[in-house]
């Protein structure tokens, strides 16, 4: 069973600094995404890496993944509070066009001043 | 149309009444999903359709949940003889052949 991991769960950030999380998974899959959620709306997809070494930015945000190490970081640079949400990463079970997404628990982030 | 259309967007309802849950994916993409969110929890996949099939039904907490999608199109979540225990926001998507899923705005479920 797919498994996938984030840490830390709840991250508060001081504006300006820089700041990496992290979401790990348990089985083989070279396909990952990022998704950004605030308090009572749905999911917005931030970003898709479908391969080895992929890197995608997107303002102060940078996504990564590494499939040897099962492991994906979203570095966040420069934090503004706008950026307060909760950050799910999401792992796709089979490789293939269409296969199921397991969801990691989520990270909150919170930007204070 | 332009995103998924869920509805409704909000349903109270009382212990053991049934309840549909609608959802309205994207023009032309294949394959959609429910997923189920609990208060300040992750999503927890329910089931997906390729085309009018659900090749994964495996996330259906119990007998009393079940999908259909008619046309390649509009699918149908219902539940039925509902349990406090199922309240919970359930959320649609639609995905393109990356897998990218684009969700819904969610229904969300309170069962009194």
């Known amino acids: 069973e797919l498994k996938v991991e984030q840490n830390p769960l709840f991250l508060s950030m001081q504006e300006g600094k820089n700041y990496t999380i992290y979401c790990n998974y348990s089985?083989?899959?070279?396909?990952l995404y990022w998704y950004r959620q605030d308090p009572g709306k749905s999911l917005e997809s931030l970003f898709v890496?479908?391969?080895?070494?992929a890197v995608k930015q997107e303002g102060r945000l940078m996504a990564s993944l590494d499939t040897k190490a099962r492991l994906s970081t979203l570095h966040i640079t420069a934090a503004v509070h706008d950026l307060s949400a909760t950050y799910f990463c999401?792992?796709?079970?089979?490789?293939?066009?269409?296969?199921?997404?397991?969801f990691g628990k989520g990270i909150t982030l919170s930007v204070r001043p | 149309g332009a995103g998924v259309s869920q509805s409704p967007s909000n349903k109270v309802t009382e212990k053991g009444k049934d309840v549909e849950l609608r959802c309205d994916p994207i023009?032309?993409?294949?394959?959609l999903y429910w997923y189920r969110q609990r208060l300040g929890q992750g999503l927890e996949f329910l089931i997906y359709?390729?085309?009018?099939?659900?090749?994964?039904k495996s996330g259906l907490p119990s007998d009393r949940f079940s999908a259909e999608r008619t046309g390649e199109s509009v699918s149908t979540l219902t539940i039925q003889r509902t349990q406090q225990e199922d309240s919970a926001v359930y959320l649609c998507?639609?995905?393109?052949?990356?897998?990218?899923?684009?969700f819904g705005e969610g229904s969300r479920l309170t069962v009194l």
């Open positions: 890496l479908l391969s080895n070494g």
């Open positions: 999401a792992v796709a079970l089979l490789t293939g066009a269409n296969s199921k997404l397991t």
């Open positions: 359709f390729q085309g009018n099939s659900a090749p994964d």
């Open positions: 089985t083989t899959s070279d396909r």
């Open positions: 023009s032309g993409h294949t394959a």
């Open positions: 998507a639609s995905s393109t052949n990356t897998g990218e899923l684009f």
